[in-house]
């Protein structure tokens, strides 16, 4: 009965994207903009190391960090020279999260100073409770066999729960800490912690609210509308895809590969990848329920073969120059070069990285067509122009390589 529920909410949902007014990131991407500027001076006019990390960490649980890499990348360099002003439990466990998070190599020995002449951390930080619950995120942070944070959870957890056991009435701070202990600020989804966090930061920090908090709403919205975009043309292919009516038999869960994309990675920039994302584990689960649940041996012995011969040109024809361009450079190691790229530059095509691998294609024509490999670059051309090319040909290989660079842009 559940499933039913669920499957007949999520078609119903599938309708409801489908037919969504997308104009909202049109009228405020302006407003967007004005108001990252003025969050940017920010940077620049806080002063003093437990304001800064504040600011980091308010920008982070609101969901807008992403607008600000360069800024808070500097400002976490300086603080890392600013380990001595460190004051109180929450400051430090505070920094030494931050900083954790953000890749750099900070030892747990900042806490010495909380810890008895036993080592253990001191009762006196029983009464802390913003410290306790910040000594709690960070503990999340440790590596293997450091001893001092698997420590540091256990103390503060058994203080914050008898904090909140001895509480009768909820209110922010009870509210928070239950979110804490039920799951920890580094295990959730950063989407769902900024909507959460932005119904909690008026309380959390009134420094800069009203700029930070506008921000944080705009910018929310305007990223939902972003997703929404993304969750219609999903919704269109799935739809033309046919899944749910040529196997009816398979999960139809559209949504949720879609929200488990987008809390990969939520950003805008990133979109092709919760596309492509969603339709590879849309495809996945229908084939994992074949072969796991509803495929007879026989049947999916002839998928399996079918699959292994699965070819376009496979039953002799013949790609365009462009087809076998596309699929070339991938091919011969474009992907995980390709990998590397988008994760060091920004989202444009590398032309570089592809037509270094086109020309391996292009050179490794004679040895691969011996083997009786695929159709290769030169057949193409030869097939798509009309021409023949010789070895003894320097005029043709040059209209070749002219060719192929033409192709290739």
């Excluded at 078609?11 to 969050?39: C, H, M, T, W």
């Excluded at 253990?120 to 503990?139: H, M, P, Q, R, V």
């Excluded at 440790?142 to 944070?149: A, M, P, T």
Aim: hydrophobic letters at 40%; one cysteine or more; charged letters at 25%.
């Amino acid at each position: 009965m559940h499933l039913l529920i669920f499957i007949c909410l999520t078609s119903y949902l599938i309708y409801i994207v489908s037919n969504i007014n997308l104009a909202y990131y049109d009228l405020y991407a302006g407003r967007l903009e004005k108001l990252k500027q003025e969050v940017k001076k920010l940077f620049s006019s806080t002063k003093g190391s437990y304001d800064r990390l504040k600011l980091i960490d308010s920008l982070q649980r609101l969901g807008v960090a992403y607008h600000f890499e360069q800024e808070i990348e500097e400002a976490i360099n300086l603080l890392t020279k600013d380990v001595s002003t460190l004051k109180d439990l929450n400051e430090t466990a505070l920094y030494f999260r931050l900083l954790r998070e953000h890749g750099h190599s900070i030892s747990t020995d900042v806490f010495d100073k909380f810890r008895n002449a036993d080592g253990k951390f001191s009762e006196s930080l029983e009464g802390d409770i913003t410290g306790l619950l910040s000594l709690y995120e960070a503990s999340f942070l440790g590596s293997v066999q450091e001893d001092v944070l698997e420590e540091a959870k256990s103390f503060s957890t058994k203080h914050l729960n008898d904090y909140l056991s001895g509480k009768l009435e909820t209110n922010f701070l009870t509210e928070k800490l239950q979110q804490s202990l039920d799951i920890p600020l580094y295990w959730r989804m950063q989407r769902n912690e900024a909507q959460n966090f932005i119904d909690l930061y008026p309380t959390d920090d009134p420094k800069n609210l009203a700029l930070l908090l506008e921000l944080a709403k705009l910018d929310f919205n305007l990223v939902q509308s972003i997703h929404q975009k993304e969750l219609k043309e999903l919704a269109r292919w799935w739809r033309e895809l046919g899944f749910k009516e040529t196997l009816s038999f398979s999960r139809d869960r559209l949504m949720e590969n879609y929200l488990w994309a987008m809390g990969i990675v939520f950003e805008p920039q990133f979109n092709k990848c919760r596309i492509e994302l969603t339709k590879f584990v849309c495809i996945l689960t229908a084939i994992d329920d074949m072969y796991d649940i509803y495929g007879s041996l026989n049947e999916l012995e002839l998928f399996t073969d079918a699959v292994k011969r699965w070819g376009y040109w496979g039953h002799a024809n013949k790609p365009t120059l462009n087809e076998y361009l596309e699929i070339a450079w991938t091919s011969v190691g474009g992907r995980p070069a390709a990998i590397v790229h988008a994760c060091m530059q920004p989202p444009k095509e590398c032309n570089l990285t592809k037509h270094s691998l086109i020309n391996c294609r292009k050179d490794g024509y004679e040895a691969e067509i011996k083997r009786g490999d695929v159709v290769k670059f030169v057949q193409c051309c030869m097939n798509e122009e009309g021409i023949y090319i010789s070895r003894r040909s320097k005029r043709l290989h040059t209209r070749f390589i002219k060719l192929f660079v033409e192709k290739a842009e």
